[in-house]
């Protein structure tokens, strides 16, 4: 079954470049029927997504963080990153990714419709911001 | 962005109790919702999707419903293993949100 597991520095000082890497494997990455998605978790905010990547590269994120963000993709190692720039102790959150399925669904009334849900997760890294 | 909130916030119950979780949505999100169970140290593991399908795998104790702006999250009897933390999250407009979570506890 597909496993996504988290990698990158537990610890990143301030103004400077948190990067995670999700590596995927039992599945591609390749594959058109899933986004590949980052989320952070704190106490004060509970769960919020970051953003999202698609097999082609395109890419969806948050707008309170899109300025900072960027996740990216490498084929080749099937694993796909995050980027979150100038950081501060409001970033520290444990970061999970997970694979967001987009399950095709038909009918007489609607036609096409989707189904999005994320049914496969990281076990989560956590990443603190400090000098 | 849609802002969804969860009630109670917290909830204690005994084994065997019937358990009703509410989230709603700021605006209609038809039936894009899904549920989530996080146990403390674990990330979040899908149970219902689509406000009403349950995911492979998961007890049918487990089951939601709603559309519009008003959803139900239900555990039929509870079980000591359900001790955890619940989740809704819409997927109707990005950004996706979710709500802020319902702790359940045993009483």
């Given at each position: 079954?597909?496993?996504?597991?988290?990698?990158?520095?537990?610890?990143?000082?301030?103004?400077?470049?948190?990067?995670?890497?999700?590596?995927?494997?039992?599945?591609?990455?390749?594959?058109?029927?899933?986004?590949?998605?980052?989320?952070?978790?704190?106490?004060?905010?509970?769960?919020?997504?970051?953003?999202?990547?698609?097999?082609?590269?395109?890419?969806?994120?948050?707008?309170?963080?899109?300025?900072?963000?960027?996740?990216?993709?490498?084929?080749?190692?099937?694993?796909?990153?995050?980027?979150?720039?100038?950081?501060?102790?409001?970033?520290?959150?444990?970061?999970?990714?997970?694979?967001?399925?987009?399950?095709?669904?038909?009918?007489?009334?609607?036609?096409?419709?989707?189904?999005?849900?994320?049914?496969?997760?990281?076990?989560?890294?956590?990443?603190?911001?400090?000098? | 962005?849609?802002?969804?909130?969860q009630?109670p916030s917290s909830l204690?119950?005994?084994?065997?109790?019937?358990i009703t979780i509410t989230c709603?949505?700021?605006?209609?999100?038809?039936?894009?919702?899904n549920w989530y169970q996080q146990k403390?140290?674990?990330?979040p593991k899908?149970l219902i999707?689509?406000?009403?399908?349950?995911?492979?795998?998961?007890?049918?104790?487990f089951?939601g419903?709603?559309?519009?702006?008003?959803?139900?999250f239900t555990i039929?009897?509870?079980?000591?293993?359900d001790i955890a933390t619940y989740y809704c999250q819409?997927?109707?407009?990005?950004?996706?949100?979710f709500g802020q979570g319902t702790r359940l506890?045993?009483?």
């Amino acid at each position: 079954q597909v496993q996504l597991q988290e990698s990158g520095p537990g610890l990143v000082k301030p103004s400077q470049t948190l990067s995670l890497t999700c590596t995927v494997s039992g599945g591609s990455i390749r594959s058109g029927s899933y986004y590949w998605s980052w989320i952070r978790q704190t106490a004060g905010k509970g769960l919020e997504w970051i953003g999202r990547l698609y097999a082609s590269g395109s890419t969806n994120y948050t707008p309170s963080l899109k300025s900072r963000v960027t996740i990216s993709v490498d084929t080749s190692k099937n694993q796909f990153s995050l980027r979150l720039r100038s950081v501060s102790a409001a970033d520290t959150a444990v970061y999970y990714c997970a694979r967001e399925a987009r399950q095709y669904n038909w009918n007489d009334v609607n036609g096409a419709y989707y189904y999005y849900y994320m049914d496969v997760w990281g076990k989560g890294t956590t990443v603190t911001v400090s000098s | 962005d849609i802002q969804m909130t969860q009630s109670p916030s917290s909830l204690s119950a005994s084994v065997g109790d019937r358990i009703t979780i509410t989230c709603q949505a700021s605006q209609d999100i038809s039936n894009s919702l899904n549920w989530y169970q996080q146990k403390p140290g674990n990330a979040p593991k899908l149970l219902i999707y689509a406000a009403s399908n349950l995911e492979t795998g998961v007890p049918s104790r487990f089951s939601g419903s709603g559309s519009g702006t008003d959803f139900t999250f239900t555990i039929s009897s509870l079980q000591p293993e359900d001790i955890a933390t619940y989740y809704c999250q819409q997927y109707d407009n990005l950004p996706i949100t979710f709500g802020q979570g319902t702790r359940l506890e045993i009483k």
